[in-house]
Each structure stands twice: as C-alpha cells, then as structure tokens.
DNA sequence: GTCTATACCCGGATAGAC
DNA sequence: GTCTATCCGGGTATAGAC
C-alpha cells in the first residue's frame, strides 16, 4: 500500500500538483493532458503524481472531489430564503444558485463537469448531474407547488426539465459563447439579471404547463 | 499535393472508413480514437486513412462535413408551415426541427458537434451552433414576433436563448439522460410531444418577458 | 518520509519500401 | 494498395539522494 491519501502527509506540494492539475484537466480534459505537463506546472518532479496520488486517474479523482467540496461549500453560504417565502422568490434563489455553480468563473467545476457529462472517464460511474441533488429536489419541490393540483410525476419532470435546462446551458456553452465574443458575465450583477429573467420566463411557462394539463384531464 | 478530397476519387474503401470513423469519433471523440480501430473496423490497411485522407485530422474534417450535409438535406424535407402561419404553429414546427437535430438517433452529428462545442478540436474554428444559422434567424423572427412592440435586440437575445437552451439540453444531455437509464426519445411520437410542451412552455414564458418589459419602460 | 533521475514498456501516427 | 519500420510521446515502475 502506498501513502496515497492519507490526510496526514499534508503538504505543500500535493496542493501545487492539485492547483496546476485542475487547470489543466479543466482546460484539455482527462486524457488529452499529460502527466509530464502537470508536473511542469507544478514545478514538482515527473514521479510526483504517482506518490500521492497512486497514479493520474487518482489525481484526476482527488482533483474532482476537491472542486466539488469547493462549490458546496460555496453555494451553502448563499442567501437561502425562507420555505415560507413565496414560490417566485424562492425559483429565483435556486436558479441563482444553480447559475453560480455553473457559470462562476472563479472555479473550474462547470468545465470538468461539462467534459464529464459528454465524455465521461469513468471516474464517476453514474456521471450526471446528480452532484446537485440538493438543488434538484428542492426544483421538484417547488415546480410541483407552482403547478398545483394537477402534478403527476410527469408533469413535474417536464417542468424541472425545462427550468433546468436553462441553467445547464451555460455550464455547457459558457466558454463557447466566450470564444465567439458573445456577451458573457463578468460580474455578479449580469448573473442576477440572468436569474431574474429566466425565474420570469419559467413561472410562466410552468404555469402555462399546469393549465394545458388541466384541459388534458378534463377532455379524458 | 496527394489526391485527398478529390470528389473524383470516390472508392466503397473510402466510405468504409467514412462510416466506420464516424461511429467511432462519436463514441469517444477524436483524440481518444485510434486510427488502427477505425482501419480495423473498416476492413482496410493501416495507411489507407494516409492514402484517402492525408492523415486522422483531414478524415476527422471529412467526416463531420458529411454530417452536416446529411442533417441539412434532412431537414430540408420536414414539413415547414406557411409563413402566414400563427406563430404557435410555426414555433413549434422550428422546435421540432431543432429537436430532431439534437436527438435524432440515426445521427451521429449531435454528438460530435457536442464534444466539438465542449472540446473543440480546432476542425472548425468558431465551433458554435452557427451550424444552424437557418434554424437561429427563423427563431429571431418568431420571438420579435411574440413580443410585439416591447422588443429591441437585448430582449430578443433573452428570447432567443430561453427556448434555444431548452433544445440544446439534449445535444449534450442525452447520452449522459440514456446512460443513467432516464427516459428517452425512441419514437418519433415522443419527439413530437417533447416539441409540442416546450413550445407551450415558451410562448408562455416568452410573453411574461414582454410584459415584464412593458411594466419597466413605464416606469423609466 | 520526501523528492529526484532514469529506465521501461506501450500505443499512436506517419513515412518509406515493396 | 499493402506491409513494415521508425519515431515519438504517453504513463508507470524502479533505484537512489536528501
């Protein structure tokens, strides 16, 4: 056995190697990076990787964890409004809050997402989004509210399906859109209009949903 | 000059290694596909790929231009309603068209054209949805269209991108949706009412837009 | 225990001989 | 058109220096 991840072998290098792997698997994905460039980057030698980590795909999976831990930690020092708060504001809080996971460009957590999503690596075996499960049971929560009575379980995957999709987007397109030039978001201010907007479109649109359902049902 | 792309030099070897290629790119991308799996797969020698090609990239460009024309002559021929259509009708129809696009499983375009998008490989230079230049332009014209008076460029941008994110989430989602073993689109009839509820969902939110910009214009 | 230098083996792409 | 050789870069294992 080798000294891979215990806590107590602390030290600076291991951040280092950490600091310059993220950048690169965020930049190039999994297997189009080389071990020889993370090191570089590093400043540590060739052999490095292999002593703490066990090996690349063991530094890949320390990097992942890492960044995940981040962005919980994150996102969980975010306003949280009151359940007791009206469903338009609570739609607006979770959809920030989603939006800053997938768009925040202090972390590299989207990209490496985003690359896992499309072509996983085998690191997380049931690679999908289920990172959020948080998020996505409080969206269940709270599209089923919007559409009241006439929630069925259907009704309530559509919804979510369509609330999130808009937020995933930019975890998949944010850095396409920055290469053509697009309007990106720089800052936080840009991210909470973006909130707001797509809150607005998808209230409607949920309701919408609900009362298409109801005509349904009444026909049958 | 070696005889790569000449239209002339058409051989069944040739689109061997095209149909091969292409399924073998789409399953793991391009840098992660060995030219001596596709030459296995495709019956033919280890240069043959030098020989028809001029090497892995020029067959790599080959492929994804083959798809594009194959997507474009493909949906050329689904029906397009009549411009003096109400505008449900036709959102729906660009919906659907958009949709087939994405998900159709007889194609192997939207997956590439996601990794391309998350992972560009430098084929195409402005790796974007520019593809569907004809399908973007069309859904302009509809969201100006359904928000009326109230729309300058920012709000169509805003329109544009709420129903557009809506059907670009299974480009990129729908293998990782299979994989997990959520629901997916086998039939066509499953297709069609995916288009039929984001088209509902849409209109509705892209109306709440309008009329949310018509509250803030009064008031400036 | 931590870091370094080197050697190994593998697989990939390309080019040249036939 | 085909087969073989060559070269390169990859990740990993080993042996040794602090």
Redesign the pocket.
Known sequence: ML?VT?P???????ERILDAAVALFAASGY?A??????VQRA??????????F??????YKAVLQRELERAASFTAQLPQPDSKSPVALRLEALVLRLLTLFVSTHSHLPRLAALEVVNPSGAYAAGGLDVHGAEQRELRKIVREVQGDVSDDAAIERGVRAVLSQCVYFMFMSDALQRVGSPVFANAHAVRELAADITEFSLAGLRAQASKQRKNQKTE
Chains 1, 2 share one sequence.
């Open positions: 000294p215990l107590g072998s602390s030290d600076a290098t291991r297997e990076t080389a071990v020889r460039a993370i400043g540590t030698n060739l052999n490095s990787i292999n002593y703490y066990g090996g690349k795909l063991g530094l």
